[in-house]
């Protein structure tokens, strides 16, 4: 008597069909989601005091870098060149920098815009409670978040700075202006603060830090 072994053989569809009902149940998907979702929410909470402090930065750089290269740029075209903080006619947090052409025929040009800055939206000039009366440089009292002042006791509103071909920092009537730019995220801890100071005389630019030094809200040159 002779064995006779029979071999099945299926179509390679319905092999496919049957691994395809191997996969993950609705339940599985619904738990594997909450936990991606669970896992997002926690690194955004952890990353979002990162985040704001590089807000801050980047507020901090751009109105350093707009002083400084005007400052440079009315140095090196022999020109006065001016920075006005939060002009009238733009989004607040700009930076507008201005040519002060030479006269013609004996008659004073009108200013020309030379570019415009911009700090992130979630960034203001501003001052919070808390900040310490010891300014930046001696330069008011930490009340004022766009404190400029000439030399002939006057507050300069709205805030501008002059810079000269010598370099120095002037106002338009040509009196040496000191002055202070703060730069805040309102809800965010002070200490996360920054502020550019401009010392008239000789336009020095400097930036600052607020830390908390023996327990005291300090500014802290960078």
């Known amino acids: 008597m002779t064995n006779t072994r029979r071999y099945v053989t299926y179509p390679r569809n319905e092999l496919m069909a049957s691994r395809n009902h191997n996969g993950f149940s609705l339940l599985e998907l619904m738990i594997t989601i909450s936990i991606a979702l669970i896992m ?17 930065n980047s507020a901090y750089d751009t109105t350093l870098m707009a002083l400084r290269n005007t400052r440079n740029l009315a140095i090196t075209q022999s020109h006065e060149y001016y920075v006005n903080f939060n002009p009238g006619g733009f989004p607040a947090g700009t930076i507008q920098v201005e040519y002060q052409p030479g006269p013609v025929g004996g008659i004073a040009q009108p200013l020309q815009q030379v570019i415009t800055y911009s700090i992130p939206t979630d960034i203001s000039f501003a001052v919070q409670a808390g900040f310490p009366a010891n300014a930046p440089d001696g330069f008011g009292t930490g009340v004022t978040a766009l ?10 509103v709205p805030p501008y700075v002059v810079f000269l071909p010598d370099g120095s920092a002037q106002d338009n009537l040509g009196n040496y202006c000191n002055g202070v730019v703060y730069l805040t995220r ?17 336009g020095r630019i400097r930036g600052w830090s607020l830390n908390n030094v023996a327990g005291a809200a300090t500014w802290v040159q960078q």
Do not use: C, M, R
Request: no cysteine; aromatic share 10%.
């Open 40 to 56: 997002v929410g926690v690194t955004f909470v952890t990353l979002q005091p990162t985040l704001n402090q590089n807000h801050v």
């Open 147 to 156: 404190d400029f002042e000439s030399t002939a006791g006057v507050p300069l």
């Open 186 to 202: 309102t809800g965010s801890p002070i200490y996360s603060s920054k502020a550019i100071t401009v010392w008239g005389a000789t």
